[in-house]
């Protein structure tokens, strides 16, 4: 009998080469005693993300986030996941809501987030995300020209 973590492992890699069906495949053969373990949850949650099936990270990332509040990955691609079915001011809330328990968010924390406020109407602080973005990685800046998520931003900075 192959151990979980190595079903897990397959999964990850069939994940990185792109392998959809193959990582599903590699899931069912997860004992079912197991398939609600974290690390299974996770991947699981990786694979409905490469496959966007929203539903299923947005059923998905909570039980992952609660296992682990600090981890900042679930947070983003639930609050993502959230923005694809247009529940932007849900997405906005679950970010703000991870902001506050990642140990340390990255800067796509602050970017997402800019994206949500902007969608949102809030252009100053989209603006301020943004700004916080760019002063820790001006390549952002680049991202963000051609993002349509910002785009009512540009639009409203513009004389």
């Known amino acids: 009998m192959i151990p979980t973590r190595k079903h897990l492992d397959y999964a990850l890699g069939y994940l990185e080469l792109g392998l959809l069906a193959e990582a599903r495949e590699e899931l069912a053969r997860i004992p079912s005693a197991d398939r609600q373990n974290t690390d299974v949850l996770a991947v699981r949650l990786e694979l409905a993300m490469a496959e966007e099936t929203w539903e299923d990270v947005i059923a998905l990332a909570p039980q992952v986030v609660c296992a682990d509040p600090s981890a900042e990955r679930p947070w983003i691609v639930w609050a993502y996941a959230l923005r694809e ?6 997405a906005r809330d679950i970010l703000l809501r991870g902001e506050q328990a ?35 990685e001006p390549h952002w800046k680049e991202e963000a020209r051609h993002d349509p998520d ?10």
Do not use: K, M, S, W
């Open 85 to 90: 079915r247009q529940r932007i001011t849900e």
């Open 102 to 136: 990642i140990t340390a968010p990255d800067i796509l924390v602050d970017y997402n987030l800019a994206c949500y406020y902007c969608l949102l109407g809030d252009f100053p602080e989209a603006r301020r995300r943004l700004d916080r973005v760019f002063a820790r």
């Open 150 to 159: 910002l785009a009512a931003l540009q639009d409203a900075e513009t004389p």
